[in-house]
């Protein structure tokens, strides 16, 4: 079978890189595709036609009415499947889900699609597997990853900065966005081969990981 991964920035493209394989074997082949960002579902469900427009909710329309043509085309014995990984944020989950099936459904041909939220932040996945950010990090701060609760609503790239980045989240926002990202980066090169994919305690991250090999 083979996956085509739509992410929102670079950070989710260098984690799921690496995680993929771990998940779904050498047997099928996938393609991690990352955005500038998350951006919102347009109105109409008519995306933006300015190709500099890499948001990829602003996109997800003409992406998944293209997706269904090509999908059409592939054999039967070969698959495909679209899997959307992207940050809840402060959204409403049931409302956000609603409104992603909304886009799905409005194509013809349908893509076998499937959507995995991270919560609150991509940077949950990586605060399932502590063990891996020990290994990654050997002096990040017990007393700060002792405290995270999975997948809650706290700030999640923040609580992560907090536990491993010197001065915490207040000195990398310092630093403005673009250090962010920077940062979110190296947090998923250095943090994610380490991670066990069978023992994250994150319940987003078990879902995405169900999801996939529910498809397989």
């Known amino acids: ?20 394989p771990k998940i779904i074997g050498n047997q099928h082949s996938f393609k991690v595709r990352a955005y500038q960002g998350i951006g919102r579902v347009p109105r109409n469900l008519i995306s933006n036609t300015d190709a500099r427009n890499r948001l ?15 999908f059409a085309n592939y054999p039967a014995n070969y698959p495909a499947a679209v899997i959307l990984v992207c940050d809840l944020d402060n959204r409403c989950l049931k409302v956000f889900r609603e409104e992603l099936f909304t886009v799905l459904n409005a194509c013809n041909p349908k893509p076998e699609t499937r959507f995995c939220i991270a ?41 992560l ?4 980045f010197q001065g915490g989240s207040n000195a990398l926002r310092r630093r403005g966005g673009q250090a962010v990202g920077i940062e979110k980066s190296a947090w998923a090169e250095h943090i994610t081969p380490h991670m066990n994919v ?19």
Request: aromatic share 10%; charged share 30%.
């Open 119 to 159: 919560i609150e932040e991509g940077e949950a996945w990586l605060l399932g597997d502590i063990p891996a950010i020990k290994v990654a990090y050997p002096n990040a701060r017990d007393g700060v990853l002792n405290r995270y609760e999975n997948d809650s609503i706290c700030g999640t790239w923040e609580f």
């Open 1 to 20: 079978m083979h996956f085509e991964i739509l992410v929102e920035d670079q950070s989710g493209k260098r984690m799921l890189d690496i995680l993929i």
């Open 56 to 70: 990829l909710l602003d996109r997800l329309p003409r992406l998944l009415r293209g997706y269904g043509n090509t």
């Open 198 to 216: 069978e023992t994250n305690k994150s319940p987003s991250f078990c879902y995405f990981r169900q999801k996939i090999r529910e498809l397989t």
């Open 161 to 164: 900065a907090d536990a491993v």
